[in-house]
């Protein structure tokens, strides 16, 4: 995105020998109310490769003169932020996705999974608004797939539909959501359902 509102973005890239682009970042500055000081803030910024990262990092600091603070948009742990010798940032805005299944089946089919997994589970899936979608139903994966069928056939994990939409984003874990009391179940079935949606938090690099 070269204009946004009232601030215009330069773009610059990192090619590898052969051509391949490994990296690129989308920033501008914009003054402050401190004489000659500005604040670099960057738009859109991706990485192919360890080098494209390390080299992001430092053409960003090589902004240090001119600019005192550097905005980045992204999820709670940008992973950028690992190669900094010391964690000096701060999050200063916070917003959680908004995420509602309506087809249960398609959903959990439609999405991916580590291709070595392989579990069963049931899940007895509460919606008070949709019922018709309602579990109980068993959650099989198999080679980064799954299979929903309705019954359950296997140690039942009983959610509602909200909480099934934050395991399935990876927001949270079966046993978190259990602690708080959003789902219950047999401790290897609250094991498996977290087996099943791990991963980061669910995060976007942009702001709207």
Do not use: K
Not at 47 to 66: I, K, S
Not at 140 to 150: D, M, Q, V, Y
Not at 186 to 202: D, I, R, T, V
């Amino acid at each position: 995105m070269l204009q946004w509102r009232e601030h215009r973005y330069d773009g610059f890239a990192l090619r590898s020998e052969s051509g391949e682009l490994e990296a690129y970042v989308f920033l501008t500055l914009v003054p402050t109310a401190a004489s000659f000081i500005s604040e670099l803030v960057v738009r859109d910024l991706a990485w192919t490769t360890a080098r494209g990262a390390r080299e992001l990092l430092a053409f960003l600091h090589d902004y240090a003169p001119v600019a005192r603070l550097l905005r980045i948009n992204g999820g709670p742990a940008h992973p950028l932020c690992t190669l900094l010798p010391q964690q000096a940032f701060t999050v200063e805005r916070y917003e959680s996705w908004l995420l509602r299944i309506l087809d249960v089946p398609a959903a959990l089919e439609s999405r991916g999974y580590r291709s070595g997994l392989s579990l069963r589970v049931g899940l007895d899936v509460v919606d008070e608004t949709l019922p018709d979608v309602a579990g109980p139903f068993t959650l099989a994966i198999e080679g980064g797939s799954a299979r929903l069928t309705r019954g359950a056939s296997a140690p039942c994990v009983r959610l509602d539909v909200r909480t099934l939409a934050a395991l399935y984003t990876g927001f949270t874990t079966a046993e978190s959501a259990a602690s708080l009391g959003l789902c219950e179940g047999p401790p290897a079935a609250l094991s498996a359902l977290s087996a099943a949606f791990a991963g980061p938090a669910p995060s976007m690099g942009d702001h709207f």
